[in-house]
């Protein structure tokens, strides 16, 4: 499965944007896909998760009660909400999709997209 991630861009501090996951070459059945982010010199941290149903979701310390994951799977899309930026969310954003894992460690995931930027301007 093929991802592409949109939706970065530049925002003030307190802002807010929605990045988009859209799977291509076959549908995102049965799929768990999780976002990550990585900023210059640091490791891939854990953003978000969501399983295929929707059913259950996990998120960072980091991001809890800012960030919204879910999923359209008639889209075969898979969005992430992002409210109330801080400066310290800048980074790049990557989706990744995987038929048995939803969990934190990026090394889970089998399928990742090419990363979307996210810049917050304090």
């Known amino acids: 499965v093929q991802l592409v991630e949109s939706g970065g861009g530049l925002v003030q501090a307190g802002g807010a944007l929605r990045l988009s996951c859209a799977a291509s070459?076959?549908?995102?059945?049965?799929?768990?896909v999780g976002w990550f982010r990585q900023a210059p010199g640091k490791e891939r941290d854990f953003v978000a998760s969501?399983?295929?149903?929707?059913?259950?979701?996990r998120y960072g310390d980091s991001v809890k009660g800012r960030f919204t994951i879910s999923r359209d799977n008639a889209k075969n899309t898979v969005y992430l909400q992002m409210n109330s930026l801080k400066f310290e969310d800048t980074a790049v954003y990557y989706c990744?999709?995987?038929?048995?894992?939803?969990?934190?460690?990026?090394?889970?995931?089998?399928?990742w997209g090419q990363g979307t930027q996210v810049t917050v301007s304090s």
């Open positions: 070459g076959r549908t995102f059945s049965g799929f768990a």
């Open positions: 969501i399983t295929w149903s929707g059913g259950s979701t």
């Open positions: 990744a999709a995987s038929n048995n894992y939803s969990g934190v460690r990026y090394r889970g995931y089998d399928y």
